[in-house]
């Protein structure tokens, strides 16, 4: 025999509705062995990064899908493998940002608010174009991550800089030699 309640309680709760418990730019205390300051200031510097990090994902996986032309094999295949790492970067950055105690930025209208990668167009750009494009996303990276690493080592949050040098510089850096060698003007063939 079933009670009303048993029915109840199979029932998901719809609509559910919460009160914010920790605001986005924010920590709470980890004994992590880091000052208040110091979490605050890796957690912004981590959240800028991992916004412009979505936003190249983002980039890698519509140029993944429009790619053109006679590389078109290669390079559908390359921008699909860089958008899984930089897929991995993303969670890697947001789980560093929860480790110190803050928020990471997750929401997509949230990340466009806070990068500093342009927009691209809605349409299709020539290759070459793409492809530059993924470069300077990298660059606004990697000159972002290269001072927030150095700026986090000098106040003794190695976990954040073994991360942005580890990861995202270092997968940067090699994903953006990638790019930047189909740019190179030479012929698809010899005559």
């Excluded at 709760?13 to 709470?28: A, D, R, S, Y």
């Excluded at 004994?31 to 412009?52: G, I």
């Excluded at 790492?85 to 949230?110: C, F, K, N, W």
């Amino acid at each position: 025999m079933t009670t009303s309640s048993q029915h109840a309680s199979s029932q998901p709760w719809l609509h559910q509705k919460g009160e914010i418990i920790q605001e986005f730019g924010t920590v709470k205390q980890f004994p992590l062995a880091l000052s208040y300051e110091t979490r605050m200031y890796s957690c912004q510097r981590l959240n800028k990064v991992l916004a412009d990090t979505q936003i190249l994902y983002g980039l890698y996986k519509k140029h993944h899908w429009l790619m053109r032309g006679a590389t078109f094999y290669q390079l559908h295949l390359v921008l699909d493998k860089h958008a899984g790492e930089q897929l991995e970067i993303v969670d890697a950055l947001a789980e560093r940002v929860q480790t110190l105690g803050g928020v990471a930025v997750g929401d997509p209208r949230h990340v466009a608010e806070i990068t500093s990668v342009p927009r691209p167009p809605d349409g299709v750009e020539e290759v070459p174009a793409m492809l530059s494009r993924l470069l300077e996303a990298h660059e606004t990276i990697l000159t972002e991550a290269h001072d927030a690493a150095s700026r986090a080592g000098e106040m003794g949050d190695d976990g954040t800089e073994d991360l942005l040098v580890s990861q995202v510089i270092r997968t940067g850096e090699l994903q953006a030699w990638f790019l930047a060698e189909h740019l190179v003007d030479t012929p698809l063939v010899r005559t």
